[in-house]
């Protein structure tokens, strides 16, 4: 069974910065996608960003070039660097895994419970 667990969410002033992390079990060979994705009171969940088991990143247009995925397939976790946050950047992110099934080339989803980040003066 796949499990995520995030930590590193909390409140932080307009400009700053904070570091989630995701540690992840199941093994580090297979084919999967890692990724960060947050949800907005009244809003729908939404793509941050992901990064491939090759390191290939892909990033919303609202936080890139200052929002930074990454892994470390050593330690199986995936970060997200979160520079320059606004109040928009408010939102519960959740850390996902998307694990590809070979033989019938489909993809199952793994997600984590989430942590709340909150951005405020």
């Known amino acids: 069974q796949v499990q995520l667990v995030e930590s590193g969410g909390g409140l932080v002033q307009p400009g700053g910065s904070l570091r989630l992390s995701c540690a992840a079990s199941?093994?580090?060979?297979?084919?999967?996608?890692m990724g960060w994705y947050r949800q907005a009171p009244g809003k729908q969940r939404d793509l941050v960003a992901t990064i491939t088991s090759g390191g290939g990143t892909k990033y919303a247009y609202s936080v890139k070039g200052r929002f930074t995925i990454s892994r470390d397939n050593a330690k199986n976790k995936v970060y997200l660097q979160m520079n320059s946050l606004n109040p928009a950047d408010t939102a519960v992110y959740y850390c996902?895994?998307?694990?590809?099934?070979?033989?019938?080339?489909?993809?199952?989803?793994?997600w984590g419970q989430g942590a709340q980040v909150t951005v405020s003066s």
């Open positions: 996902n895994r998307r694990i590809l099934n070979v033989n019938s080339m489909t993809w199952s989803n793994y």
């Open positions: 199941g093994s580090i060979f297979s084919i999967n996608v």
